[in-house]
């Protein structure tokens, strides 16, 4: 039973299953460089974004990776590269979360950096800890997200409560860079790290010419056998 499971895969066999389970989780769990589907499907209506998204689909890959434990146990180059990608996941949300303009995307980079820290549990081998993590940010997530059209009134509220503004501050590592580093790295924040680009130039264009590709091989096969054509005719 869970988690004294054993596998009998050996290290590389497990090295080149769990990066597979490892580019799968990443892609549901919003994980990089796959973060931006997330504050898109927020655009959606506030409980089911918040029961669905926020507590059950954001954790299916981290809870996937938790499940297959014993898998990951048997490779340390593989623990290596799932802490880094929960770190660098982590690092990155944190700072796109900072510069957001509305509430539901602010919620949802968070989520994908506590999701960060849940896999970097996991490659340390903390996965009660992970398991109790999972749990206590499903039920906080929901909350904030059903409260987030509140947002602005309770604001108001706890202004009104304490006299007073509240503090607008930063975290310190920010406040000792310099002016241009600050205006680059909000940048980079606020463009949620040139993800979307990133992947529009690197996966997709590439696969959409390889596909073309392969369609004038078929329409030239075609043309050369029997003078047929694989594309529909057009319209006049």
């Given at each position: 039973?869970?988690?004294?499971?054993?596998?009998?895969?050996?290290?590389?066999?497990?090295?080149?299953?769990?990066?597979l389970l490892l580019v799968a989780a990443s892609g549901k769990s919003g994980l990089i460089p796959f973060?931006?589907?997330?504050?898109?499907?927020?655009?959606?209506?506030?409980?089911?974004?918040?029961?669905?998204?926020?507590?059950?689909?954001?954790?299916?890959?981290?809870?996937?990776l938790l499940r297959l434990g014993p898998v990951f146990s048997e490779s340390v180059l593989l623990r290596?590269?799932?802490?880094?990608?929960?770190?660098?996941?982590?690092?990155?949300?944190?700072?796109?979360?900072?510069?957001?303009?509305?509430?539901?995307?602010?919620?949802?980079?968070?989520?994908?950096?506590?999701?960060?820290?849940?896999?970097?549990?996991?490659?340390?081998?903390?996965?009660?800890?992970?398991?109790?993590?999972?749990?206590?940010?499903?039920?906080?997530?929901?909350?904030?997200?059903?409260?987030?059209?509140?947002?602005?009134?309770?604001?108001?509220?706890?202004?009104?409560?304490?006299?007073?503004?509240?503090?607008?501050?930063?975290?310190?590592?920010?406040?000792?860079?310099?002016?241009?580093?600050?205006?680059?790295?909000?940048?980079?924040?606020?463009?949620?790290?040139?993800?979307?680009?990133?992947?529009?130039?690197?996966?997709?264009?590439?696969?959409?010419?390889?596909?073309k590709t392969f369609e004038r091989i078929e329409d030239y096969w075609l043309k050369a056998l029997d003078?047929?054509?694989?594309?529909?005719?057009?319209?006049?």
């Amino acid at each position: 039973p869970w988690p004294q499971g054993q596998t009998h895969m050996d290290a590389w066999t497990s090295l080149t299953v769990g990066i597979l389970l490892l580019v799968a989780a990443s892609g549901k769990s919003g994980l990089i460089p796959f973060s931006g589907w997330l504050p898109r499907a927020m655009e959606g209506p506030t409980p089911s974004s918040a029961v669905f998204y926020g507590a059950l689909s954001i954790h299916l890959g981290a809870y996937l990776l938790l499940r297959l434990g014993p898998v990951f146990s048997e490779s340390v180059l593989l623990r290596v590269l799932m802490f880094g990608l929960g770190a660098s996941t982590a690092i990155f949300a944190a700072m796109t979360s900072r510069v957001q303009t509305d509430v539901k995307s602010a919620l949802a980079y968070s989520s994908v950096c506590q999701v960060g820290i849940i896999v970097m549990e996991i490659a340390l081998g903390l996965w009660y800890l992970a398991l109790v993590h999972i749990i206590g940010h499903a039920f906080l997530r929901s909350l904030q997200l059903l409260r987030a059209p509140t947002l602005l009134r309770d604001y108001r509220t706890l202004e009104n409560a304490i006299g007073g503004r509240l503090a607008n501050g930063q975290p310190m590592w920010v406040s000792g860079l310099e002016k241009n580093r600050q205006v680059q790295w909000y940048r980079f924040a606020l463009e949620r790290g040139y993800m979307d680009s990133m992947i529009d130039h690197l996966m997709l264009k590439p696969f959409c010419r390889l596909f073309k590709t392969f369609e004038r091989i078929e329409d030239y096969w075609l043309k050369a056998l029997d003078g047929r054509s694989s594309r529909p005719p057009q319209d006049s």
